[in-house]
C-alpha cells in the first residue's frame, strides 16, 4: 500500500485548503448572533465529497493550522490559538470531523442524493453540535438559547449550502474520473 501522496492529492488538498481560506472571506454579520454567515460550509463540504478521508484531514488540518500560527484565515481576518477558544471556536473542530465523517460515508459511486443526505443528515449537524456545546459554554447560555442564535437562524441557508455543493462536488468528481482515465 503506498502511503505517500501524489503530487494530484498534494495539489488537490492544497486547491482546497485554499478555497476554505477564501470562503472564510465570504462572510457577514446576522445582527441577532455572534456567529457569520460564510461561504465555508460549502467548502467544507465539496472537499468531503471530493477527498478521501485521510486527504480530508489533512486539509482541515492545515486550514487550522495556518490560523493558529496567526495566518487571517478566519471569518473576519481573524487568527490566532485564540480563536479555537473563543465562542464561535467549536465550528471549526466541528469542520474537522464532519469532513472526515462525512467522507467516509460518502461512498464509492457519485450520487447527488447521496451527497446531499450526507452533508445534511451527518454533516451539518457534527458542525452544529460542536458549535453549539461550545459557545453554549464560553457564553455561559443554555444549551438552547444557543441553538436558537447560532444553528436556527442559518438551518435553511445551509440546507441550499448543502444542495449547491452536492451539485459542485459531482461535477469535479466526474472531471477527475475522465482525468484519472
Known amino acids: 500500500m503506498n502511503k505517500k501522496l501524489s503530487v494530484k492529492d498534494i495539489t488537490t488538498v492544497s486547491l482546497l485548503t485554499a478555497l476554505l481560506c477564501i470562503s472564510s472571506y465570504i462572510a457577514f454579520v446576522l445582527p441577532f448572533t455572534t456567529v457569520k454567515f460564510t461561504a465555508q460550509t460549502i467548502v467544507i463540504n465539496i472537499t468531503a465529497m471530493i477527498l478521501k478521508p485521510k486527504h480530508s484531514v489533512l486539509a482541515m488540518v492545515i486550514y487550522i493550522s495556518l490560523g493558529i500560527v496567526g495566518i487571517p484565515?478566519?471569518?473576519?481576518?481573524?487568527?490566532?490559538?485564540?480563536?479555537?477558544?473563543?465562542?464561535?471556536?467549536?465550528?471549526y473542530i466541528g469542520f474537522l470531523v464532519a469532513a472526515v465523517i462525512m467522507s467516509v460515508i460518502k461512498g464509492d459511486k457519485l450520487s447527488y442524493l447521496r451527497y446531499v443526505i450526507v452533508m445534511i443528515v451527518v454533516g451539518m449537524p457534527i458542525i452544529y453540535l460542536f458549535g453549539t456545546?461550545?459557545?453554549?459554554?464560553?457564553?455561559?447560555?443554555?444549551?438552547?438559547?444557543?441553538?436558537?442564535?447560532?444553528?436556527?437562524?442559518?438551518?435553511?441557508?445551509?440546507?441550499?449550502?448543502?444542495?449547491?455543493?452536492?451539485?459542485?462536488?459531482?461535477?469535479?468528481?466526474?472531471?477527475?474520473?475522465?482525468?484519472?482515465?
Do not use: E, H
Not at 73 to 91: E, H, Q
Open 73 to 91: 484565515v478566519f471569518p473576519g481576518g481573524n487568527s490566532g490559538v485564540g480563536y479555537l477558544f473563543s465562542a464561535v471556536g467549536g465550528f
Open 133 to 181: 456545546i461550545q459557545m453554549s459554554y464560553i457564553l455561559k447560555k443554555d444549551f438552547y438559547d444557543t441553538l436558537k442564535v447560532a444553528v436556527f437562524p442559518f438551518i435553511p441557508w445551509d440546507v441550499a449550502k448543502c444542495f449547491l455543493s452536492a451539485f459542485i462536488a459531482i461535477r469535479v468528481n466526474k472531471y477527475l474520473k475522465y482525468k484519472r482515465s
